[in-house]
């Protein structure tokens, strides 16, 4: 069969393999029988090597969902009584978390701050010294929405030397930037199939300390589908998801798993690298600005300021690009307009490149100058 191939520069899902997207097509099985739990078995224990866990200490629980649920399942799951989240916002995926707080109405302190910068570490520490109550500290390792890689290693040192776990929303960097979830002082991660791990939608997975998952039985119950402790439970008593597990995405994700350690974690650190550094030399060639400092880029997600140019016109910059098989996706900002560019996927610098060549072409049919233009 004869795939066509398509370039995708958005947040996830990613460009895949073709043997990942035939690895969907299997025999018809029931999730129930034995066959489907030792496959899932392996996979949970794959998923927390990912992460650097400990096997001992450290489980993946698998949900069928997009990677918000885990957001959801870990911040409803994981609050003890008459205790408070700090949820460290500097972008729109902590943002989210904030809103299921609100939503659950968990008592919460949303720490806002810049979009463009990393958050202010003694801010965040002098919140948690004037609030013991304080129980669990939630941020994003990589905030899609910006490009912002945050500091979590000392927020989550932090979090610890007041008695408060650490959650992180690790979806959109796991599998692709060096992170290990002891050295990072991390209890909990999370991530999709879709993102890092470059297979399909539909499940997703937190990881996190089994210990603290035990003891969060006893802790205030505010969903049914979404409780860690309960999905949790019913693997470790019967090897199964609670409810049907999404089949054809397992088979999918354990091939890429096969597929990630055989180009090796370094090597494909390494590529996704090489096509973030060709996406800003692309960008760089046509004149085009980035709105966060290079420091604090994940290496990931590069936010792209609009020119300032009478003629331009995202959505048909956007159409000319995906009918030539590259996806860009809008920006995330609600102050400054960008759209954004992403070295997510299986993709290679030759596919930024000839990328590049095809925007050229539609800045020039649309009558845009090149360079691109900024009135400041
Ligand atoms: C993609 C992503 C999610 C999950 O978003 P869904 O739309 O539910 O797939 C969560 N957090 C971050 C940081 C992400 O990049």
């Given at each position: 069969m004869n795939i066509k191939r398509n370039i995708l520069?958005?947040?996830?899902?990613a460009t895949t393999t073709d043997t990942v997207k035939m690895a969907q097509v299997v025999p018809d099985i029931c999730p129930r029988e034995k066959e489907f739990a030792d496959m899932m078995k392996g996979l949970r224990e794959d998923l927390v090597k990912v992460a650097h866990g400990d096997p001992q200490r450290h489980t993946a629980v698998l949900f069928?969902?997009?990677?918000?649920i885990n957001i959801d399942v870990c911040l409803n799951s994981l609050l003890p009584e008459g205790k408070k989240i700090l949820v460290v916002n500097n972008g729109a995926y902590s943002s989210r978390a904030a809103e299921v707080c609100r939503y659950y109405g968990m008592p919460h302190i949303d720490q806002k701050s810049s979009v463009f910068d990393v958050p202010d570490l003694t801010a965040v520490e002098k919140t948690l010294d004037e609030n013991p109550d304080i129980a669990l500290v939630y941020t994003t390792?990589?905030?899609?929405?910006?490009g912002v890689l945050n500091p979590i290693r000392e927020i989550g040192a932090m979090a610890h030397a007041h008695n408060a776990i650490f959650v992180v929303d690790t979806t959109s960097s796991l599998g692709m930037i060096p992170f290990d979830m002891v050295k990072d002082n991390v209890d909990f991660c999370m991530a999709s199939a879709?993102?890092?791990?470059m297979a399909m939608t539909g499940l997703s997975f937190v990881i996190g300390d089994r210990k603290i998952i035990e003891q969060s039985a006893e802790y205030p119950k505010r969903s049914y589908y979404c409780n860690l402790f309960l999905q949790y439970d019913y693997f470790e008593k019967?090897?199964?998801?609670?409810f049907t597990p999404p089949v054809q995405t397992i088979y999918s994700t354990i091939q890429a798993l096969k597929e990630y350690r055989e180009e090796g974690e370094e090597a494909k650190f390494r590529r996704h690298r090489e096509v973030f550094e060709a996406i800003h030399e692309g960008l760089d060639e046509l004149g085009f600005k980035d709105v966060i400092r290079r420091e604090i880029q994940s290496g990931l997600v590069v936010s792209v300021k609009y020119p300032?140019?009478?003629?331009?016109?995202f959505d048909r910059i956007h159409d000319y690009c995906y009918d030539n098989g590259f996806t860009i996706y809008p920006g995330k900002i609600s102050t400054t307009d960008t759209f954004r560019l992403c070295s997510l996927g299986?993709?290679?610098?030759e596919d930024i490149k000839a990328f590049f060549r095809t925007l050229r072409k539609a800045l020039e049919e649309n009558g845009i100058s090149i360079p691109v233009t900024y009135n400041r």
């Open positions: 520069l958005n947040p996830g899902p069928t969902g997009s990677g918000t390792h990589h905030e899609t929405g910006t879709q993102k890092g791990l019967t090897g199964q998801m609670h300032d140019d009478k003629n331009w016109d299986a993709i290679v610098p």
